[in-house]
T-cell receptor, first 111, second 114 residues
């Protein structure tokens, strides 16, 4: 069966520090991968998606970037965090044309 | 782009009663409509979905209906239990087999009172 992992589970970072969140999927190949942000417990906003290694599409221009160095690995990064980057970050995956499944999420607090 | 509106934002029901959550979408090209349940501090869990070639789908106590003409779809939960308490999200997307870009509603906080 397929599983999706995210780490860390929680993170507290000062303003201006860098960020790296990691997502990996097991038990499948060539998944579509997604990064979402959820603020205040509601409203999932799609940030990035990827249909293959090195292929990244951005939905919202912002202080974040994404990379997909391996087939089942998706990374969300920032060079300098802003207070507004605080939120719950969710990684998701689906096989092409299939249902989308979410990971457990990373709670990021920027202080 | 697609816009999804969800109502109500909060819903309280007595245990054993039914709960209905409604969503409307704007893009007539959307053809896939999932529903997710999110418990506090966890990632959303897919509970049921429907495609545009089907008007209704049922899975035990959960059912979803779709009206393509009116561009709205609804989640029905019967015989509610306290463990049904969570935030529920609807979503819509068009998928041609590649990336499935879901547009989510704003969520409904369902509370089932014992």
């Amino acid at each position: 069966s397929q599983t999706i992992h995210q780490w860390p589970a929680t993170l507290v970072q000062p303003v201006g520090s860098p960020l790296s969140l990691e997502c990996t999927v097991e038990g499948t190949s060539n998944p579509n991968l997604y990064w979402y942000r959820q603020a205040a417990g509601r409203g999932l906003q799609l940030l990035f998606y990827s249909v293959g290694i090195g292929q990244i599409s951005s939905e919202v221009p912002q202080n974040l970037s994404a990379s997909r160095p391996q087939d089942r690995q998706f990374i969300l990064s920032s060079k300098k965090l802003l207070l507004s980057d605080s939120g719950f970050y969710l990684c998701a995956w689906n096989p092409p044309g299939g249902e989308q499944y979410f990971g457990p999420g990373t709670r990021l607090t920027v202080t | 782009g697609e816009n999804v509106e969800q109502h109500p934002s909060t819903l309280s029901v007595q245990e054993g009663d039914s709960a209905v959550i409604k969503c409307t979408y704007s893009d007539s090209a959307s053809n896939y409509f999932p529903w997710y349940k999110q418990e506090l501090g966890k990632g959303p869990q897919l509970i049921i979905d429907i495609r545009s070639n089907v008007g209704e789908k049922k899975d035990q106590r959960i059912a979803v209906t779709l009206n393509k003409t009116a561009k709205h779809f609804s989640l029905h939960i019967t015989e509610t239990q306290p463990e049904d308490s969570a935030v529920y999200f609807c979503a819509a997307s068009f998928s041609s087999g590649s990336a499935r870009q879901l547009t989510f509603g704003s969520g409904t906080q369902l509370t089932v009172l014992p």
